[in-house]
């Protein structure tokens, strides 16, 4: 399987990733866009961007591991994964991803889980930061704020 | 008694409790990943109910990982890139 992770403060574009994606055997392509959200943070300010910062190295091998998974359950051609670092606009992609596949289910499915597991074991953080400059790290399924 | 001292860089939210840099902690020999999670609870920024992972040679380690002088350790928070 052809596959590309890379983490870095620059962007990618949607070109590179479909050209990286698609193989001469392929059948499906899906390309999922992260785009931050101009999200209500807990003190009510609007977000404005969000700064991410992350283990680079780690995250890279965790990557690896995922797509091993991954192909154990789903049938793919290739993958490509980019995040950004650093601080990414409201409305801004901050993470690309691209699935290759001879069918669909299987392009669906490794994006699905990709996303699920880059989720729970990514070394990424995130940190939302309002136009009033009010700074939120945000904490998955804990609101430590309580 | 022996002493050991690590290296500790925060991420995420630990940094607001922990400060932006890595530091040196020390510990009485033999020190494991559980000693400094415990040490951890003292911050009262640092909510006990947190998961923090910590992290040596790219590797989650478990409490009873043992901790060798002049280890680089990451204290992590739960994860939130994607």
Redesign the interface.
């Known amino acids: 399987m052809k596959k590309h992770f890379s983490i870095s403060t620059h962007p990618v574009s949607l070109e590179e990733v479909k050209t990286f994606v698609h193989q001469p055997e392929t059948g499906a392509t899906v390309i999922f866009e992260g785009i931050v959200r101009p999200d209500t943070m807990p003190n009510q300010e609007q977000v404005a961007n969000i700064e991410y910062e992350g283990l680079t190295e780690m995250a890279l091998s965790e990557l690896e591991k995922i797509s091993n998974s991954i192909q154990e359950r789903y049938e793919i051609q290739s993958l490509y994964f980019h995040h950004l670092l650093g601080k990414v606009d409201a409305g801004q992609t901050a993470v690309w991803v691209g699935i290759g596949a001879k069918h669909r289910k299987d392009a669906f499915g490794a994006l699905d889980l990709l996303m699920d597991e880059v989720k729970k074991s990514v070394p990424i953080f995130k940190k939302e930061i309002s136009q009033q400059q009010s700074a939120h790290w945000v904490v998955p399924n804990y609101n430590y704020e309580k | 008694m022996e002493r050991i001292s690590v290296t500790i860089m925060p991420?995420?939210?630990l940094k607001?409790s922990l400060g932006q840099d890595g530091f040196q902690w020390e510990h009485d020999a033999p020190a494991s990943v559980k000693h400094l999670r415990d040490w951890l609870k003292q911050f009262p920024g640092i909510?006990p109910?947190?998961?923090i992972a910590v992290?040596f040679d790219?590797?989650?380690q478990p409490d009873e990982f043992e901790l060798s002088n002049g280890m680089q350790l990451?204290l992590?928070?739960?994860?939130?890139?994607?």
Do not use: A
């Open positions: 991420f995420g939210i607001d909510h109910d947190l998961p992290v790219n590797t989650y990451y992590m928070p739960p994860v939130s890139g994607g």
